[in-house]
């Protein structure tokens, strides 16, 4: 069984700085499409930031040249910088991944059980 564990989440004031953290562990073979999303109260889950295929990354607007995804690939994790966090940057933090367990399994998609991110003004 795959678990994505998310940590990093809080509470910050508006132009703050936080840095979230998603571990996969289990059996993994291997990782696509890792990335965060995120589910403000009352809207839908959002794309924040994924990895695509090899290294490229796809953010959505509202965060780019604000936040920045990396990974450690020896030990499973991406991480979220966010930067200038503005209120409405407000969210349970979400991180998600197709993991292949084995090499002759099919990719299953993960999420982890998220983390608050709360942006007082």
């Known amino acids: 069984q795959v678990q994505l564990v998310e940590s990093g989440g809080g509470l910050v004031q508006a132009g703050g700085s936080l840095r979230l953290s998603c571990a996969a562990s289990?059996?993994?073979?291997?990782?696509?499409?890792m990335g965060w999303y995120r589910q403000a109260p009352g809207k839908q889950r959002e794309l924040v930031v994924i990895f695509t295929s090899g290294y490229s990354t796809n953010y959505a607007d509202s965060v780019k040249d604000r936040f920045t995804i990396s990974r450690d690939n020896a030990k499973n994790t991406v991480y979220l910088q966010m930067n200038s966090l503005k209120p409405e940057d407000t969210a349970v933090y979400y991180c998600?991944?197709?993991?292949?367990?084995?090499?002759?399994?099919?990719?299953?998609?993960?999420w982890g059980q998220g983390t608050q991110v709360t942006v007082s003004s």
């Open positions: 998600n991944a197709d993991v292949k367990p084995t090499l002759w399994e099919r990719y299953h998609n993960y």
């Open positions: 289990g059996s993994i073979f291997n990782i696509q499409n």
